[in-house]
């Protein structure tokens, strides 16, 4: 296979904004894209009370006194305030913000679609209005749900979502192909394979074990902890991402951003074991609704694309996310 070097298409100082920074991938992203001393950087976010809005706070805390970035709070439902607060001429927008979490799409949908489609909209509209060049939109392993077809290709037109989240990104996908038809808006949909790593979200699994293992509780297992995840770690995933911000070859592409290795949720909790030292009391419950037996992600094309090479084994990225855990815990005492 021959992987292509991408062309740095970018030169001179470039205005980025970047929805949902305040979170999980988007402060990992920020801090990666704020040594870039030719990129001025506007995150917006709205501090969703999803998970505790003190965590966000922190998370771009140390950016908030370089000069190079600004913050804003705003709603991305909010297209008026959008409008009267983003005026920059931005080159490139990256849209992170969402509703997340599976299994809370199925307690209230409607607020899913408002946020992922609604906001998703109006971010377009936005790019349009601001004749923008590039918008790379963070889509979701939950567009394939129940495809048996595995791994997934970015090709296979067979999407099977099996929640209101994974319809939302979908929704999303192809608002993204609309604009970028019509406005010559290069769109770029990476869809994210189970990120973990430093400021992991507390209601993913990784985060939500390691706590309770190390505080000797029990954690909770649904079904016969046979499902398996295509965890890939945050430095992987910033890494794809920015290497989008070079890619200029077609003005519509959706990419699988993985790391082509499943493991089953079992082995998971006993490499969290290794690490902590400790062992976990298991507690079962019958399967959930809403949740895939497996993702599994082809990487060929980002591998082609974008150069994208994930680097990090599941065991020295549990390794790095679990003492980052231990120093927020030193650091709270
Ligand atoms: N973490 C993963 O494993 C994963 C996997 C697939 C896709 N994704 C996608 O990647 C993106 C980032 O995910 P994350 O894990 O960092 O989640 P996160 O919750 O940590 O970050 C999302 C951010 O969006 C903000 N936000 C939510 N609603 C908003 C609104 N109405 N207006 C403005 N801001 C709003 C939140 O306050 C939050 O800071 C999301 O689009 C998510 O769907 C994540």
């Known amino acids: 296979m021959t992987i292509r070097k991408p062309v740095k298409y970018y030169v001179g100082v470039k205005q980025i904004l970047i929805t949902g920074g305040a979170g999980f991938i988007g402060s990992n992203l920020i801090n990666k894209l704020i040594e870039d001393p030719n990129l001025r950087i506007t995150c917006l976010d709205n501090f969703d009370p999803f998970y505790n809005s003190k965590v966000k706070k922190e998370n771009i805390k140390p950016f908030l006194k370089n000069p190079n970035f ?3 709070q705003a709603d991305i439902r909010n297209f008026p305030k959008l409008k009267s607060k983003l005026t920059k001429k931005f080159d490139i927008i990256i849209h992170l913000a969402a509703k997340v979490g599976i299994g809370s799409s199925l307690v209230d949908p409607k607020i899913y679609t408002e946020v992922n489609i609604g906001g998703t909209q109006n971010l377009l509209e936005l790019a349009k209005q601001l004749k923008c060049k590039q918008f790379i939109f963070a889509s979701s392993s939950s567009v394939y749900g129940v495809n ?12 099977m979502p099996i929640n209101p989240y994974g319809f939302t990104k979908i929704s999303g996908e192809l608002l993204g192909q609309v604009y970028s038809k019509l406005y010559n808006l290069q769109f770029i949909g990476l869809r994210f394979f189970s990120v973990y790593g430093p400021k992991q979200r507390p209601d993913l699994v990784i985060h939500k074990f390691t706590k309770l293992i190390s505080k000797g509780k029990p954690i909770t297992i649904y079904g016969e ?5 295509d965890y890939t770690f945050i430095d992987d995933v910033v890494s794809g991402i920015v290497a989008t911000l070079d890619y200029s070859s077609s003005q519509y592409e959706i990419i699988n951003l993985g790391n082509n290795e499943p493991v089953e949720l079992l082995k998971l909790v006993q490499m969290l074991e290794k690490v902590l030292g400790k062992k976990a009391k298991v507690f079962k ?7 895939p037996p497996i993702t599994f992600a082809d990487i060929s094309k980002a591998q082609r694309i974008l150069n994208y090479q994930p680097r990090t084994s599941l065991l020295d990225g549990l390794q790095k996310y679990i003492s980052w855990f231990k120093g927020q815990n030193e650091k709270s005492k």
Do not use: Y
Request: cysteine-free; glycine content about 8%; overall charge neutral.
């Open 70 to 72: 600004n913050f804003i």
């Open 148 to 159: 048996p077809n595995v791994p997934w290709r970015e090709d296979d037109r067979v999407l």
């Open 225 to 229: 902890g046979k499902t398996k995840r």
């Open 285 to 291: 419950l019958p399967e959930q609704l809403g949740d």
